[in-house]
Each structure stands twice: as structure tokens, then as C-alpha cells.
């Protein structure tokens, strides 16, 4: 899923572009940051309004998931991820329309702990992709005598550079 609108103005910062897997995870991280600020506010009726309109923005989030997950022929992720994934985001519906009427805090939260959980499930499936050698490059390599045989690093491509969590990414939401 790739994301080329720039990030509202609220934002600190922004994932870089060419890496759908970490904008996916930012994206949610600051949803469900977004989400944390709303239920903070001492003004309950600005609370509820805050509440309302960050729950509709994590909502036009699990929306995009979805109608990406939607058309399976097009997408690289596992059936038994991609189902897994819009029965939540089926959840996140459900669960979401409940609250708009009448925001509650601690309803909320189920939803920041969901983003937070996908987010950190993206990023350490992106990380030990990145970090998992090439299989021509390990095959490649006989192990030697008496030693246990160790994985080749993946050889350098001018075209892929090197993953870094964008920042922000590392922060509690």
C-alpha cells in the first residue's frame, strides 16, 4: 500500500517514500498516538469532539487497509494474513461506529492497542526480512570444516538502501 499524499500538518514527520510496509506502521503509530491525545483532554466536550474525529481518522486508515486487502489477486500478503487482517479491520468498523456516538476512553484505547500491535508486528516482519540473508548467497558459501555453517550476508544492491526506522517510529504513541 503506498501513501503519496503529504502528512496532515499535525504530523512531526513522515516516512520516507519506497517503503509501504514502514508507512503502514507510522501510519497507524500516529493514528493511535492521535487516538491517546484525544482521550487526554480536560474539556469534556472538546475531549468527545477530539475522540470523534480522531476515531474517523483511524478510520479512513483500516478503510484504505481494507479496500487494498479487498482484491487478493493484487496484493503480496498471505490469504491467511489478508483474512485475518479485514476480519479485524471488520472489528475496527464495528467498533468504531459504536464509539462515534458516544466516545469512551477506555473503549477507545482497544483501538490504540490494536494499531500499536499491527504497527509493531509490520516493523519487525520488515526488519527480519531486511536482515535475513539471499538464498543464492547462502547456498553459495559451503560451510567449513569443523565449523557450524553461517549464514553469507546478503550482498549489497545499489537499488534497495538500506532500511532505518524513519523517526518517530521508536516512540510510545
Partial sequence: MAYTDKPDTGYQSAPTGGQPTYSEAWALIAAARNLVESTQIEDEKERKTAMQAALRKNWKLWTIFQA??????????????????????????????????????????VLVDINRNIANGLLEGAQNADAAPAPEAAAAAPPQQGYPAQPAAPEANAETPPVTVPSGLNEEA
Fill in 68 to 109: 487494498e486487502l479487498a482484491i487478493a489477486e493484487e496484493t503480496p500478503v498471505p490469504e491467511d494474513v489478508r483474512i485475518n487482517m479485514l476480519t479485524l479491520a471488520k472489528f475496527v468498523d464495528n467498533h468504531t461506529v459504536q464509539q462515534l456516538s458516544d466516545p469512551q476512553a477506555e473503549r477507545v484505547m
